[in-house]
């Protein structure tokens, strides 16, 4: 009796197993609520059974794909035009799913450590901009903190949600104040991908080929990527090159999107033009895996900040790394030296960092044609000037805007140093002249040869432009 109960139990999951039906599979960057890229065909795929056909259908559209031995398929919607009206998009494989309230506009990748990953919560004003926060045009996906061993194709989420005063505080704050004036401008839906976490490197985050790119990483990472991700204990330390990447960028592939924002640094200060090459391997990195070589990539400078003792130099060399990144193609830079804290490293001013990204975008990447500069003075060259006493440090013209040079505390203009030969460093008055450049001496160098600007952590310069917007800091004698 005992054997022909199991036989039977045996026979009855058997028939379950065989019986359950198949279910089609998406990744939690898919879901209700999401904005899809404008302008560019947009990938949607997932997993089901081997040589099932699914099919997708979405404004219009009706696509179909044939799920592969890998069990997973893709199709990819012909590129629309922004609707802010919400859409049903349907897909029917071994089982149906509908993803509700689907917009189209502008996606935008936010990532790096803790200030990008900052909330509206922890930011200036916190309970003012969250009963405001009514912008449902907005929306936000959260991705956890995940690293992995190998590149994953999916990684959980909470999924998108819409801005609202119920939400949006913790939304990553810069990101948010960015798609806010980003908004009011074009007037189109903004998704936020807030993939980022707080005091982590940037070698994680660089996928395998950013490495490979870039000459000077070779030796201690292109040619060791075999050894990465490290572990640590029974898991994979998070700081590890690759780590990030594997776990928390490789599953929003293939996905669309528009560009990226980075607020990053802090762990890597010290440096110097090492980090440089670093954000050359990310970039190139991050153009590579998301397919677009023109990849608009807006980062902000660190803000000034006590680092140990008062003359700490490690800072500096992390800004003059930051400003030479801005030789790379379709990238942009945010100056906070103005809206800085030096006893605290998170700066509670978000909004105007958000918004000064945004100005690089408006310009850059949706031909704005802003009233004033989208950049505060970026430093280009210097000149001899009244015959070998002095320098001229002239700026990079930026738009059709002239510089309009000023200090926004009607001072003089401060932080100028010039060196000699020597090297030896020495205070310098700068004289803004004709509003577009500027004479830099001192009396104790009879014949400079090098000039440098906010040079020191907690220096927080009064140079900006018509638009106010900050000078960033320079130095001609570092490399």
Partial sequence: MTKRLLSLSCIVVILSAFFVQAETKLPSIIGSHMVLQQGEKCPIWGWDDSDKQVTVEFAGQKHTAKVGDDGRWEIHLDSMKANAKGQTLTIRGSSKIELMDVLVGEVWLCSGQSNMEWRVR??????????????????HIKIPHRPA??????????????????????????GYYFARHLQSEIKVPIGLIGSNWGGTRIEPWIPPVGFKSVPALKTNFADKLDQFPAKRGNGVNHQSPLALYNGMINPLLPYTIKGALWYQGESNNGEGMLYHEKMKALI??????????????YYVQLAPFRYGRDDDPRLPGIWQ?????????????AVTTDISNVRDIHPKNKQDVGKRLALWALVKDYGKKLKTQYSGPIFEKTSHAEGKDSLTVHFKKLGDHHHGLKTND??????FEIAGKDGKWHPAKATIVY??????KSDAVKNPVHVRFGWHQMAEPNLVNGAGLPASPFSTAFK
């Fill in 122 to 139: 922890q930011s200036a004003n916190p309970q003012e901009e969250i009963a405001n926060a009514k912008h449902p045009l907005i929306r």
């Fill in 149 to 174: 061993a190998q590149p994953e194709n999916d990684v959980p989420s909470d999924g998108w949600k819409v801005c609202s005063p119920q939400t949006a505080a913790d939304f990553t704050a810069v």
């Fill in 284 to 297: 190139a990195g991050w153009r590579s895996v998301f397919n677009k070589p023109e990849l608009p990539f």
């Fill in 321 to 333: 790394a930051q400003l030479e990144t801005l030789k790379v193609p379709h990238t942009g830079m």
């Fill in 410 to 415: 009607n001072k003089p203009v401060s932080h």
């Fill in 435 to 440: 509003g577009d450049h500027l004479i830099v």
